[in-house]
């Protein structure tokens, strides 16, 4: 869920210490207060024109899940710019190769299928923190680019299909996704595929139709229009949590070279473990090879 309240005094884990189980920070509410997400169980939908802050939100996670001791990233950025920083510190980066992209893809739906087969054997449903199987974040900056610029249609179609299955099967497995867009169209969002994410994200948009298409329909006509963003005002955004009501926030923005630190230290901090899996776990990532 999302959620703003006081900044908590104690039991919030810092630094390396941090679990994708653990909430996480995205930015302050039009009142001031501190907005956390719980992202495990959940998958997150950014839209909005260039520039509105998408990747500030992107960065905001990755730097969570790059300092998570239970995390492994899997980043796609058809640019190469907005996450190239957290390549040192993901398992998987691509770039604009529509072919290597389905590659992962395709192995991330057999990592999930084993980890619903092991799930099945144990009589469970869902991923738990004891486990001691890390959360693989899957991070996509321009869905469109894979879905609609690049690649055959059979290619583009195959990248919806399997981006589909992940959103929709992933979150129980342990396998969330948080994906942006600068083209909030029917054709890039299927109603079908943005129901799909637990969390969305309207930033400004240039239309109320594009806002409904992020955020759900009818919400622009209740007052919830990312049109109503000013364009100098980046970062700012209306989120929704499945069941709720758009909320004003404003996304926590890292500077390139807050990132860049971050990142370093990270991918220092993963050195032994990062092309192997920790022990006593499965090391399904690597077996899905």
Not at 165 to 170: P, Q, S
């Amino acid at each position: 869920m999302t959620t703003t309240a006081p900044a908590p005094t104690s039991g919030v884990p810092v630094g390396p210490g941090l679990s994708m189980f653990d909430p996480i920070f995205v930015g302050i509410d039009e009142f001031g207060q501190p907005v956390y997400i719980t992202l495990a169980y959940r998958n997150l939908l950014a839209g909005g024109e260039p520039g509105g802050g998408k990747s500030g939100l992107l960065n905001c996670i990755a730097a969570h899940a790059a300092l998570a001791v239970d995390s492994r990233l899997v980043l796609l950025d058809g640019k190469l710019v907005e996450l190239g920083q957290w390549e040192d510190v993901a398992d998987a980066f691509i770039g604009p190769d529509i072919t290597e992209a389905l590659t992962v893809l395709r192995r991330l739906q057999v990592v999930m299928n084993n980890r619903y087969a092991w799930l099945r054997a144990h009589g469970r449903r869902k991923l738990t923190a004891a486990d001691g199987l890390s959360v693989i974040t899957v991070l996509v900056d321009e869905i469109a680019f894979y879905s609609a610029t690049v690649g055959s249609k059979q290619e583009q179609e195959e990248f919806v299909a399997l981006l589909r299955d992940l959103v929709a099967r992933g979150r129980a497995a342990g396998i969330p996704v948080v994906a942006a867009t600068q083209r909030p169209s029917f054709d890039i969002i299927p109603t079908s595929l943005r129901d799909l994410f637990g969390y969305r994200a309207a930033f400004r948009c240039t239309t109320p139709n594009s806002s409904n298409i992020v955020l759900g329909h009818g919400w622009a006509e209740q007052g919830y229009s990312a049109t109503d963003i000013q364009p100098t005002n980046q970062g700012a955004a209306y989120l929704i949590a499945e069941g709720g009501v758009p909320r004003r926030i404003k996304v926590a923005y890292l500077s390139d070279s807050q990132i860049a630190g971050i990142a370093d230290y990270a991918a220092w901090t993963r050195r032994p473990t990062r092309l192997s899996a920790p022990a006593g776990t499965a090391g399904d990532w690597e077996m899905a090879a």
